[in-house]
């Protein structure tokens, strides 16, 4: 079956840094995408990793170990407007087009 | 320039009543995915088109959920005899190729309430 896990929420400070884990057990796999969502808005794309490693944009990084079935999201110098759903979703291998979301990681920012 | 637009914003119906849902994607995007997504939760994959084919509609959840893309750009998701579990916002995305790899782009969404 597909699954992908994520922690439910989080909360750090302004101006530091946060790392939302997530597991994945799919069929195959094509890449691994970050999307963020504020509440009431539509996702924004973040980042995609289809190689292991870790792509740096910004003050936004995502890790990829296709091994281990595993990503992190990695933001650094945290601001208020990050406080938002962090939504992990991977395309399977699977002869199709879907892309399988989690069910994203609410993270709220204090001053 | 524009992205993908989304009419109604929401919308409120009777169980057992005829829906319709337009998605407008960005311009000469080929790629076009219809999602919903339940309070809480991620989006869930209902169907992808290419051009103006269904090319992947295992995600709709039977058979009165049904969408079409006659020309390629505008399409519309239509639900037929609602039930009170439809509830949920439904999110159009576009991109530009479509694939498995291409960066989707979404829309604002139609929150369908059916009381």
């Known amino acids: 079956g597909q699954n992908i896990d994520q922690p439910t929420e989080m909360t750090a400070t302004e101006g530091a840094i946060v790392q939302i884990n997530c597991t994945y057990q799919?069929?195959?796999?094509?890449?691994l995408f970050w999307y963020q969502q504020h509440a009431g808005e539509a996702p924004t794309f973040l980042s995609y990793?289809?190689?292991?490693g870790l792509e740096e944009k910004g003050r936004f990084s995502s890790f990829l170990s296709r091994s281990k079935g595993y990503s992190y999201l990695l933001l650094k110098e945290l601001q208020m407007k990050d406080s938002a759903s962090y939504l992990c979703?991977?395309?399977?291998?699977?002869?199709?087009?879907?892309?399988?979301f989690g069910a994203g990681t609410r993270l709220f920012v204090k001053a | 320039g524009a992205g993908v637009s989304q009419t109604p914003s929401n919308k409120v119906t009777e169980k057992g009543k005829y829906v319709e849902l337009r998605c407008d994607p960005i311009s000469g995007h080929t790629a076009l995915y219809w999602y919903r997504q339940s309070l809480g939760q991620g989006p869930e994959f209902l169907i992808y088109f290419q051009g103006t084919g269904a090319a992947d509609d295992s995600g709709l959840p039977n058979d009165r959920f049904f969408a079409v893309r006659p020309e390629g750009s505008v399409s519309t998701l239509k639900i037929q005899r609602t039930e009170r579990g439809d509830s949920a916002v439904y999110l159009c995305a576009s991109s530009l190729n479509g694939g498995n790899t291409d960066t989707q782009y979404f829309g604002p969404g139609t929150r369908l309430t059916v009381l």
């Open positions: 979703a991977v395309s399977p291998n699977t002869g199709g087009f879907k892309t399988i």
């Open positions: 799919t069929s195959g796999f094509n890449g």
């Open positions: 990793n289809v190689l292991d």
